[in-house]
């Protein structure tokens, strides 16, 4: 049986048509035979990420052609010892209370309403409930969201940015290593603008496409065999620049746009913990370094007029 692919031709962020082939991603879905057979099928296909000419953004050259790829591909059956650990788990705090503290400068006291977009297994809605917000998730995996519930006591909502709706219901709408694997992505802003009062806030966090790059090089020229692996499966189907993601604020109708460097994951071990804070702390504050290998993530926040 064949796989299909169906054709992206034009840039999602600025409708640019010069698209140049940077990395051929593979795809590796044996582990869903028995759940999902015709996305398995689609193991050993390749597909081009292209970079826009224009405006910097990378996308796929053509996206599966099977239906709710991504739906399938993210149904995963996580046991529930995982989904805990997942909620005690502090390697994100470090980036949570950089949003919250930059969101607390921006938004003014008494608007407090939070809506958390992909909200996992409900750290980030608990640390934020703790800090005064009035926090809501939407998760689209039953099991993480009815943990968070129960954890946290937010309401989380079951779906997607696309079955959700919510008009002008929130203050602030956080997208935390979200927005890079939602094919689109302006669609996808565009859709939880309207979940903003006047005057609220969007809060985006991705990967930095162009330093992922880099870093991915570095490490492939240091270890032989080594494969870069940043679009595999297409798990991440959008890589920002800073550029780019400004941009795609902006074409949504978002006003005061601010795009930082990120604050890093801690890993486990003290030394990668180190090494990380090292490089965040010029990447935050230098001029320039934004664009540099030292900012290894992008920190977005926007207004909606
Ligand atoms: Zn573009």
Known sequence: MSVTFIPVDRCWVCGGTRLAPLHSALFE??????????LSEYSGATVSIVECGECGFAQPAALPGLPNFFDRMYDQR??????????RATYKDAIFADIL????RRVPAGRRRLLDVGSHAGR??????????????LELNPKTAAFAAAATGAPIHRGNVHTFDADAAFDVVTLTDVLEHIPDPRSVIRRVARYL????????????GPAQRIKERVRAALRPGYRPTLADN??????????????????EGFTSIAVVAG??????????RLI??????????LPGALHTPLALNLQAYGRRA
């Open 276 to 285: 990380r804070r090292l490089a965040f702390i010029p990447a935050r504050a």
């Open 234 to 251: 297409l798990v991440h189907v959008n890589h920002f620049s800073p550029r780019s993601l400004q941009r795609a604020l902006e074409a």
């Open 29 to 38: 879905l044996s582990e869903y035979a028995t759940q999902d057979p015709p």
């Open 197 to 208: 009062a006047p005057g609220g806030w969007i809060a985006v966090k991705v990967p930095n």
């Open 124 to 137: 980030f809605l608990a640390t934020a409930r703790k800090t005064g917000w009035q926090a809501e998730g």
């Open 263 to 272: 604050a890093p994951e801690m890993p486990p071990a003290a030394a990668a």
């Open 101 to 104: 503290s930059a969101l607390d």
């Open 78 to 87: 996580w046991s529930d010892d995982w989904i805990e650990e997942e909620h």
